[in-house]
């Protein structure tokens, strides 16, 4: 079985959504036998590389929420994530654009080490002090993947290199019909929108690998919190 999620570095529900779906495969009795792989999602496409800001501002804006406001999402998200087992910093994180840590992904996918770039990703991204928009950071964080220095030091170099595979996987998910992430797909018959409970993972493992209808994407799951294609990303209401 494959499993192919959508997701973007700068999406909180992708970070607590992952480690979810991990908890889950892990109870799946089948879970040697899934392929997982992570496709490019970027939340704000037109971010210009170098165009970063404070994400409390950010959310300020696309919200129309005073800081203090925003300050309780982040909260509210930050209880997600540790009740995962996930650190969380709820200020003085930053925002970018996210095409160039998506580029770096597909070189790691092609040297074996994509999901041990995303996980450090995500955690630099949400849980250290170190900002995933600058180049000496990505960088570290490739080494610490595994990756050749030289090598990744040559796909940030050039703006071309894997693009054309950030934007495949990007039309494959309008394709799809993906409008939030993260977006989970399995086998190409059943998906799963949100960041939802480990339970819900496991029930759909299991139901996708034992129905395989011919044709057609099925929804699985309810609805969970997600981050939109306009970058906005839900919070649950307490």
């Known amino acids: 079985m494959r499993v192919?999620?959508?997701s973007d570095i700068a999406?909180?529900?992708?970070?607590?959504?992952?480690?979810?779906?991990?908890?889950?495969?892990?109870?799946?009795?089948?879970?040697?036998?899934?392929?997982?792989?992570?496709?490019?999602?970027?939340?704000?496409?037109?971010r210009a590389k170098g165009q970063t800001g404070l994400v409390?501002?950010?959310?300020?804006?696309?919200?129309?929420?005073?800081?203090?406001?925003?300050?309780?999402?982040?909260?509210?998200?930050?209880?997600?994530?540790r009740s995962e087992g996930l650190g969380y910093r709820t200020e003085g994180r930053d925002h970018g654009s996210t095409f160039d840590i998506h580029r770096l992904l597909h070189l790691a996918k092609a040297r074996g080490r994509q999901d041990e770039l995303l996980t450090l990703a995500f955690r630099a991204n949400f849980a250290?002090?170190?900002?995933?928009?600058?180049?000496?950071v990505l960088l570290a964080l490739a080494e610490e993947a595994g990756l050749d220095a030289g090598e990744a030091r040559a796909v940030l170099a050039d703006p071309e290199a894997y693009a054309d595979?950030?934007?495949?996987?990007?039309?494959e998910a309008s394709a799809l019909g993906a409008n939030a992430v993260p977006f989970f797909v399995l086998d190409r018959r059943y998906g799963i929108s949100g960041g939802q409970p480990s339970e819900v993972f496991v029930q759909a493992l299991e139901q996708a690998w034992k129905e395989r209808p011919d044709t057609g994407l099925t929804g699985l799951g309810g609805e969970?919190?997600?981050?939109?294609?306009?970058?906005?990303?839900?919070?649950p209401r307490t």
């Open 4 to 6: 192919e999620i959508w």
């Open 11 to 46: 999406c909180p529900w992708c970070y607590i959504g992952k480690a979810r779906f991990e908890k889950g495969l892990a109870e799946f009795a089948h879970r040697d036998e899934v392929e997982v792989v992570h496709r490019s999602f970027e939340l704000d496409p037109s």
């Open 56 to 81: 409390v501002d950010m959310l300020a804006e696309k919200y129309g929420r005073t800081r203090e406001e925003v300050a309780g999402m982040e909260a509210n998200v930050a209880a997600n994530a």
């Open 128 to 136: 250290e002090d170190r900002s995933v928009f600058d180049d000496d």
């Open 165 to 171: 595979d950030v934007r495949a996987d990007e039309r």
């Open 224 to 235: 969970a919190a997600a981050c939109d294609a306009e970058g906005a990303c839900e919070v």
